[in-house]
């Protein structure tokens, strides 16, 4: 196996070991905010932080950030834990910051007592405006030098539930001609009169995120606080916090920002996907349309291509935009592995064998897969009267056509060599039936003459006797634009391929008939499908996953 050059924030680590750092004292944190899924980019944060866990074997924790009661949800940890799991990953220990929120309060007292935070009692406009721009120095406000005994009082009071919501905030009181906007009295604290996932009605206050975090990793002793490159302007202001309240025998947390994950035709912010949820676009989160984790699953993803598409990537500090075309690389190349190979028969047409004896049914031998010999072979049947694909018929086809038709020979995949005779039409004209003959002495595996003659293609097909009827859902892209987020005049809803999804009847083979949801096949020359969970015995679903080939560069 080939040595991969470390990355940047191995090299940072490596360093800080060399340094002296204690390697018992590494620890990595993910911190999803549950108010939503987790996508595609939130994997790359996973498989960054829980990568590092297993190679320094330190621990990892899942830390729910969940300070914002507006949007939280128990239904969102529990999908995040079902899809971290799922993706391969075991946390250390299952923590929310919500757990710290007394022991925010006690150090936001404290930062009272030492003239470093002040209850400003000014609208979010004032405040705003006092701010300044980049480019000209903010201003104090008349309530920055509150008596340390009023801020007390008031930060009780609001914590208590005595004012209404937008009437005071705490805020760090830094430096409001700062060059970092955010170093501009941040607010640490809002009044939110909501009801918290977890902690009920107890509070009427609730820390701000930047205020949050950093403590946060502080109480879990966090030596490497990664995230992504916004936050590169919000480092000072971690540090800052983290100074208010350092005591040095313990482990101080760092901050390092890494390129989030860009792919195009997609979209990533949850407040985005949510949005497609609620105006129902899609159908939930897990519509497998969407670049949710979840979503990814019910296609048909599996775990292995989403953490080898994460490797492939790597990690670095520069922006850029992934092809979504990778990602379907990863994965074609897993299932190519271990998909099993099965008929289908997606826009059918009846082909009857004239010279085919009548009432008569052989059982052909198949490979289930010729990249894997161990997947062994199976049986499917093959009489008179098959289906095939209309497109691989043409009446008339130029000499470049290597299928079917009047007059050419094909074979038929596993069984035997056909022959092109005639064609039945309907009143409106389209083809009904083709008639072939078929070469007794070809059938496959054989060992015959005529088994090993070579002919222009090869056709799947299924035996109308024995064919389940199923219903299979193809997928398109969900935009069709390659960035539909970035048009300043257009909303990115403007952008939804109205066409993504279409469900047809299929038939496949009888070896399909107690397939369980979650299970992958290629149907040959169609590409790879998954069962999806609204699957039954009475009604068998699949999903198109991917074509066999990139279908992106047209
Ligand atoms: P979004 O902006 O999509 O709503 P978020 O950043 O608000 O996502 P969090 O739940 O706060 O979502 O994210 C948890 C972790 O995942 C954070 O450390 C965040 O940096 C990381 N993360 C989120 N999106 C991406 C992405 N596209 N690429 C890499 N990491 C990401
Ligand atoms: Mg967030
Ligand atoms: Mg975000």
Known sequence: TEEKSLHFIEQIIEESLTNGFPKDKLRFRFPPEPNGYLHIGHAKSICLNFGLGLKYNAPVNLRFDDTNPAKEEQEYVDAIKEDLRWLGFKWNEELYSSDYFQQLYDWAVAMIKNSKAYVDS???????????????????????????????????AMKNGDYPEGSH??????????????????????????????????????????????????????????????????????????????DHDKVRPHQ?????????????????????????????????????????????????????????????????????????FCLREDLNKTAPRVMAVLDPVKLIITNYPEDTEEWLEAENNQEDFSAGFRKVPFSKELYIEREDFLEEAPSKFFRLSIGREVRLKNAYIIKGESVVKDAAGNISEIHVTYDVDSKSGSGSDASQRKVAGTLHWVCVQHALEVEVRLYDRLFSDEAPD?????????????????????????????????EKFQFQRLGYFNVDFDSSSEKIVFNKTVGLKDAWEE
């Open 256 to 328: 390092y920002e890494f390129a989030r994950l860009n792919l195009n035709y997609t979209v990533m912010s949850k407040r985005k996907l949510l949005q497609l949820v609620q105006e129902n676009i899609v159908n939930g989160w897990d519509d497998p349309r969407m670049p949710t984790i979840s979503g990814l699953r019910r296609r048909g993803y599996t775990a292995a291509s989403i953490r080898k598409f994460c490797d492939i990537i790597g990690v670095a500090k520069r922006e850029n935009v992934i092809d979504y075309s990778l990602l379907e």
């Open 486 to 518: 970035s048009h300043k005049e257009k909303s990115f809803l403007d952008f939804v391929n109205p066409d993504s999804l279409e469900i047809i009847k299929g038939f496949v083979e009888p070896s399909l008939a107690n397939v369980q949801a979650g």
């Open 122 to 156: 000014q609208s979010s406009e004032d405040i705003a405006i006092q701010k300044g721009s980049p480019t000209q120095p903010g201003v104090d406000g008349p309530y920055r030098n509150r008596s340390v005994e009023e801020n007390l009082k008031l930060f009780d």
């Open 169 to 246: 905030v705490l805020r760090a009181k830094i430096d409001m001609k700062s060059t970092n906007m955010l170093m501009r009295d941040p607010l640490m604290y809002r009044i939110l009169h909501r009801h918290h996932h977890r902690t009920g009605n107890d509070w009427n206050i609730y820390p701000m995120y930047d205020y949050a975090h950093g403590e946060s990793d502080y109480v879990e002793q966090i030596s490497h606080s990664i995230c992504t490159l916004e936050f590169v302007m919000h480092r000072e202001l971690y540090n800052w916090f983290l100074d208010q309240i350092y």
